[in-house]
C-alpha cells in the first residue's frame, strides 16, 4: 500500500472523495496521481513535479521509511526497525489518567528541566524530546495500536494546539516525529507497512508546521532555520524550496498575531 493509495479515513471530517485524489501544486516533491490539471497558485512556478509517486510510511513503533518508487515496486518495500532512543533526551512520561483528563501536566515534569515551555530551544534541539505512554487498555486483548485509540489521539491534538512547535524538537532518528504525525494526521494501518498516511492531510499537517516551526526558530535565534525546518518536512517525505522560505521572510510583517 502506497502513501497516495490512501485516500480514506474512519474520521467523520475526511469522508471518502467522490473523484481521484490530487496533491496541491505545492513546494512539496509529491507528484499528483490524478491526470486531470491540478489550479495552479500564484507561485506555482516553484512547484517540482517527479515522475514518481511517494510512499511514505513508518511501522507502529514510529521508524520512518521514504521509497520513491515505480508503483509495481511498491510493494516489495518494507520498513526496518526504529533506532534507539537518543542518549540523554528528554522524556516525556504519560498516563492513561493524564490521557483520560486531557492533562498536559506532564510536560511541566520533565526531568532535567522545568518545563517545555521554560527549556532552552537549542538544548531541546539537542537534547531531542520523547514519549514515553503508559496507556493500560480496558481490554487486554485490544489488538489495536496507540494512535488507533480516540482518546490518546485527543490528548495529541489538545498537545499539539498548544505547543505546535514540538515537532522540530522531538527525537527524529528514534521515530518520534513519525508517531507524534500518527497521532494527529488521519491514517490507515496496514499489516506489513504499518501506518500509511492519508496523503492530503499529511501534506497540509507537514505545511502547517513548516509555517510555525520556521518561524518560531527564528524568534528564538536558533542558527539556520531554514535547513533545521527542510529537515523536519524530509523526514516525512516532503521537500521545501527555499522560495517559500523568501515568501515568508518577505512578507513576515504583514499578519497581526494578535
Not at 210 to 221: D, G, M, P, R, T
Amino acid at each position: 500500500m502506497s502513501l497516495l493509495a490512501a485516500t480514506t479515513s474512519s474520521y467523520p471530517l475526511l469522508p471518502k472523495p467522490n473523484h481521484p485524489a490530487a496533491s496541491y501544486t505545492s513546494w512539496s516533491s509529491c507528484k499528483p496521481i490524478s491526470s486531470n490539471p491540478v489550479p495552479s497558485l500564484p507561485i506555482s512556478h516553484i512547484c517540482r513535479r517527479h515522475n514518481f509517486m511517494a510512499s511514505v510510511a513508518f511501522n507502529p513503533s514510529g521508524n520512518f521509511d521514504l521509497s520513491l518508487t515505480d508503483e509495481d515496486e511498491q510493494d516489495k518495500s518494507q520498513v526496518t526497525p526504529p533506532m534507539p532512543p537518543t542518549e540523554g533526551r528528554f522524556e516525556i512520561v504519560v498516563d492513561t489518567e493524564n490521557i483520560q483528563r486531557l492533562d498536559l501536566s506532564p510536560l511541566l515534569r520533565i526531568s532535567g528541566i522545568k518545563s517545555l515551555a521554560e527549556a532552552d530551544p537549542k538544548e531541546l534541539l539537542e537534547q531531542t524530546v520523547g514519549f514515553t505512554l503508559n496507556y493500560t487498555r480496558e481490554d487486554p486483548y485490544d489488538p489495536r495500536e496507540l494512535s488507533e485509540f480516540p482518546d490518546i489521539r485527543l490528548w495529541f491534538v489538545r498537545l499539539d494546539a498548544t505547543y505546535p512547535w514540538l515537532p522540530v524538537v522531538l527525537d527524529w532518528r528514534a521515530g518520534e516525529l513519525a508517531r507524534y504525525a500518527a497521532m494527529v494526521v488521519p491514517h490507515q494501518m496496514s499489516m506489513r507497512m504499518g501506518v500509511v498516511f492519508n496523503p492530503e492531510a499529511l501534506e497540509l499537517f507537514v505545511m502547517k508546521k513548516v509555517f510555525i516551526v520556521y518561524s518560531w526558530l527564528k524568534e528564538q535565534n536558533v542558527p539556520k532555520p531554514k535547513l533545521k525546518t527542510s529537515d523536519m518536512a524530509r523526514m516525512l517525505g516532503f521537500r521545501i524550496g527555499d522560495e517559500l522560505f523568501d515568501l515568508i521572510d518577505a512578507h513576515r510583517h504583514s499578519v497581526d498575531p494578535s
